[in-house]
């Protein structure tokens, strides 16, 4: 069995995390969460949105989150933009990291953006000119990768189709997101298959939600199949606003105890991990959704 020797974590708290919690957390926790995540050794932390507060409210002021970080050469801040509006936005706010997000679900598309697949494309290919113009990573998400809460089962050559799309569109990491959390191993593996047909394997991130409890099992098909990028969030905080029923992504800490014990190195200090994920929660007025963090206290 080949295991890659060392992860990467691109870990999703102060965004996928908080967007979904009910609480409202202010612009200086949010800094102070990212800070204390990137204490703890993560080096790829998404730091929120630039997309209409009417839509997510969560993540209104991420300029001035971005604003209130100190650039540091290490350290990347991802934030998420829909459209060009976004990327402007971000730029302005010193962003050097941006993602944009799709989906292989035409309904799922239609609620979260508000347009079709097509069009969202389009959107996105008008955004990388800008991007390419100045010097700005683009990241790429897919969503329902494996289920749509309003289609069910997502066909995986949709799915390819897609990410290849965006890979084309110079996407540099495409990130496989299993929004509602519904997949199963076998079936991540064969996804990772045919996406891998179109885009090299080292490009390619995987993105759980926990809701069915299966995260780590897939996460540990998508390794044995040769990806090395992980999202992740601390505590397993949050879900995503548009897809009803997804409950929080896969834990950082859950991960980084697995990979620990694989002796796969994320550069990760967990007991300052598990820390900023108590810290998050209190201010959250939530229990702790990560089993390590729970069992480490
Ligand atoms: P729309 O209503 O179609 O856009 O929304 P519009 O162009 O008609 O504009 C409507 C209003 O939004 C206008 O303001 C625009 O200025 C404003 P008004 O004139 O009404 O005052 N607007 C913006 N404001 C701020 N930032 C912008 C922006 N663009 C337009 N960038 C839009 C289209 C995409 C903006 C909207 O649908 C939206 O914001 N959606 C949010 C979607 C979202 O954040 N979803 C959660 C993240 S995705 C996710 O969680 C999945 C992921 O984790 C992977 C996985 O798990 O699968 C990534
Ligand atoms: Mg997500």
Same mark, same amino acid.
């Given at each position: 069995m080949s295991l890659p020797k060392q992860v990467k974590i691109v870990e999703v708290g102060p965004r996928d995390g908080l967007q979904n919690e009910t609480e409202i957390i202010s612009v200086q926790r949010r800094i102070k969460l990212i800070q204390n995540l990137a204490f703890s050794?993560?080096?790829?932390?998404?730091?929120g949105s630039f997309v209409s507060p009417a839509w997510?409210?969560?993540?209104?002021d991420t300029a001035e989150v971005l604003m209130g970080l100190n650039p540091d050469e290490g350290i990347h801040y991802p934030v998420l933009v829909p459209n060009l509006r976004g990327l402007q936005d971000a730029l302005a706010a010193g962003a050097r990291d941006v993602a944009v997000f799709a989906a292989a679900s035409e309904t799922f598309s239609q609620k979260n953006i508000n347009c079709s697949i097509r069009e969202s494309i389009q959107r996105f290919s008008e955004l990388m000119a800008l991007a390419r113009a100045n010097d700005i990573r683009v990241r790429a998400y897919v969503s329902c990768?494996?289920?749509?809460?309003?289609?069910?089962a997502i066909e995986v050559s949709q799915v390819a189709d897609v990410a290849r799309q965006l890979h084309e569109l110079g996407c540099y990491e495409i990130s496989l997101g299993d929004? *509602?959390? !519904? #997949?199963?191993p076998l079936k991540t593996r064969s996804l990772i298959e045919s996406v891998a047909q179109h885009i090299d394997i080292e490009n390619i991130a995987v993105h759980f939600h926990d809701t069915y409890g299966q995260a780590l099992a897939n996460i540990f098909a998508a390794l044995q199949s040769g990806v090395n990028v992980i999202d992740s969030a601390v505590a397993g905080l949050g879900g995503c606003p548009?897809?009803?029923?997804?409950?929080?992504?896969?834990?950082t800490e859950d991960v980084v105890y697995m990979l620990n014990g694989m002796g *796969?190195? !994320? #550069?990760?200090?967990l007991s300052k991990l598990t820390a900023s994920g108590r810290e998050i929660c209190d201010q959250l007025n939530i229990s702790v959704r990560s089993k390590v963090n729970l069992a480490l206290q």
């Open positions: 050794g993560l080096r790829h932390i998404e730091a997510v409210p969560q993540m209104a990768v494996l289920g749509c809460p309003y289609e069910g929004t *509602i959390g !519904t #997949g199963t548009y897809a009803a029923g997804a409950s929080g992504n896969v834990a *796969i190195s !994320t #550069g990760v200090d």
